[in-house]
Each structure stands twice: as C-alpha cells, then as structure tokens.
C-alpha cells in the first residue's frame, strides 16, 4: 500500500492513539535489525511518529522484550520510564541479542496516568507478556474498580501500576486461570467479551490493539467499539524481514508495499509453525454495519489541543 493512501485511510477513519507498537516473530533476528535499522525505526517512532496527532510524542517510557526458549522459558523483559532515545543502554546491547520472537513498546501516557516504570509496557507474567495501545476511556472513575473485582488471586496482588493495559492483561490471566482449558485465543476473546459488558454498563469506549505471547503462540488484535479505531498494519513478505511475520503500530518502512492494513475487529493468531490465522471479533457495538460515535470523554482525549 502507497504512504498516500495509507495517510487518507488514517486522517478519515483512525484515531492517533496512545503509543506504538511492534511484533516480530520469524527467523532469529538482533534486536538493531527491528528497533534501529528500519527507515521508520522506534527512534523515529518516539520521537516524529506519523499517524498520531494527540501527542506527536511517545516520550512516556518504553519497553523490550524477547525470547530465547533454548536457555529459559520466560522472556527477557527490559522497562523504562524514560523516553527510549535517551537510553544509551539499549543501543549497547541490540546488535548482540538475537531472538525470533521480539516485542517492543513506546509509551505516550493516557491522561491521568503516571510516568512510571511500573506502567511501561510490555507487562509479563512468568512466561507471558502482553502490550496494548489503545483506550479504555474514563478507565479511573469508570471502569478500573469494576475490572479489579474479577481479577483473581495472584494476579491481583501483582498488580504494579495504574494502567488499563496492565488491569487488561490480569483480566486476561485471570480468566486463563477460571477456565484452563481455554486456548490463548479464547481467553483473549472472552476477556474483550467481558470489557464490552463493562463498558457498556459503565458508559466507556474501548479501543484495544493488544498484543500477547507466551513466547510460542502470539495473539494480536485490533479492536474498537466506536467509530474511530487505533492503526496497525501487518507483513508476511518483507525485504527486509524474509520469513517473518511483523505486526506494528505503524509500517517500518512506509516504501515497502508489503505492508498491509490490519482488518478491523479482527485477531490475529501466529502458532509455533510460525502459520497465521486470522479470526472476526464478534462486537456488540456494532449495528446495521455501523459503530457508535465515541462519547465526549473520548473525543477529549482523540481532539488536538488549538493554541
């Protein structure tokens, strides 16, 4: 897909959402190959990214993490608060890790929300982690108590931040833990399944791009119960990442064509064959081909600020 049509999709349809994102899941590659080498690299990302316009900034923290299944079976898991050009570190080791299975997270905080390690991204539990860009709007005062109540020990204990994210993904793990024979996909539609309920009760919007692996299986979505939705975009045949699957926020390379738009309300699943599949969302919100406008909290936050 051309960048021009690509930014006229974005600018009519898409909400520039907190953060960006990426997945890759493939042939071992160094973490430099998918953080710092692309044209559209998480540099740029933090600091000039293109599809956002509520902040043009992730500069609220950052997070990696990656897999090496042969030495141990939980992921290698870095965070930060600080904004990711800033860390000197990263760069130091990136052209000496190598992984087939590699997230990466920037952070721009939701309004009201803390700058704070704790709610950096990507969140891990033993060998699970899970990222998420998106909303759930007036989560505080709607939508954080009622997520809490049915999120189950131990998870509730671990809970380190503030974040919609990270109240998500223990939702998720909580009902991993009520229904065991669950599959990853399942769980993570049941825990969307249980979000709309809330949020209709509660009278919140909800878009959720999220990511999740337990380092053999990956589970991306992306999702919205309203008009506007966050972008992401999807290869399976890039030069620059052959026998790879790619999941971002934004292409990492707006020449390559073999970026394709993500479809909407759609999952994506990747097994261990590295074999993709992709399955409808069911949603609620949706009615006669049509989704509801985002209520006026959303539109708050989604509106540029006019100086």
């Given amino acids: 897909m051309a960048y021009k049509a690509v930014a006229k999709e974005v600018l009519l349809n898409d909400f520039q959402s907190m ?7 493939g042939k071992p590659i160094t973490l430099k190959k998918l953080i710092f080498e692309p044209p ?6 933090s600091r000039r990214p293109r599809e956002m316009i509520i902040t043009p900034i992730n500069v609220d923290g950052y997070g990696l993490a990656w897999y090496n299944l042969e030495v141990h079976p939980e992921p290698a898991v870095i965070t930060s608060e600080k904004p990711f050009w800033h860390d000197i570190n990263v760069a130091r080791i990136a052209d000496k890790i190598v992984s087939p299975t590699i997230f990466v997270h920037v952070r721009a905080a939701s309004p009201g929300l803390l700058v704070h390690q704790a709610n950096s991204h990507p969140f891990q539990w033993k060998e699970q982690i899970f990222m998420h860009n998106g909303i759930i ?3 505080k005062r709607c939508m954080m108590r009622a997520i809490r109540q049915q ?9 380190l931040g503030t974040t919609d994210s990270e109240h998500i993904f223990h939702l998720y ?4 833990q009520e229904q065991p024979t669950l599959t990853m996909a399942e769980a993570m539609l049941e825990t969307i399944a249980r979000l709309n309920t809330l949020a209709e009760k509660h009278g919140s919007d909800l878009i959720l791009n999220m990511a999740l692996t337990d380092g053999k299986t990956i589970v991306v979505t992306r999702y919205t119960s309203i008009e506007k939705s966050a972008t992401l975009y999807y290869t399976q045949s890039s030069p620059m990442f052959p026998e790879a699957i790619v999941v971002a926020s934004e ?21 261990e064959r590295n074999e993709l599949s992709m399955i409808p969302i069911p949603n609620p919100f949706l009615k006669d081909g049509h989704l509801p406008s985002a209520r006026p909290v959303t539109l708050k936050i989604s509106t540029p600020t006019e100086n």
């Fill in 19 to 25: 953060c960006r994102f990426a997945v890759y899941r």
């Fill in 40 to 45: 559209h690299n998480f540099v740029e990302q």
């Fill in 137 to 139: 709007s007036d989560f």
């Fill in 151 to 159: 999120i189950a020990d131990p998870f509730y204990s671990h809970l």
């Fill in 173 to 176: 793990l909580s009902i991993r």
């Fill in 251 to 271: 292409p990492l390379d707006y020449r390559d064509t073999s970026w394709q738009t993500f479809p909407l309300n759609t999952m994506m699943v990747i097994n």
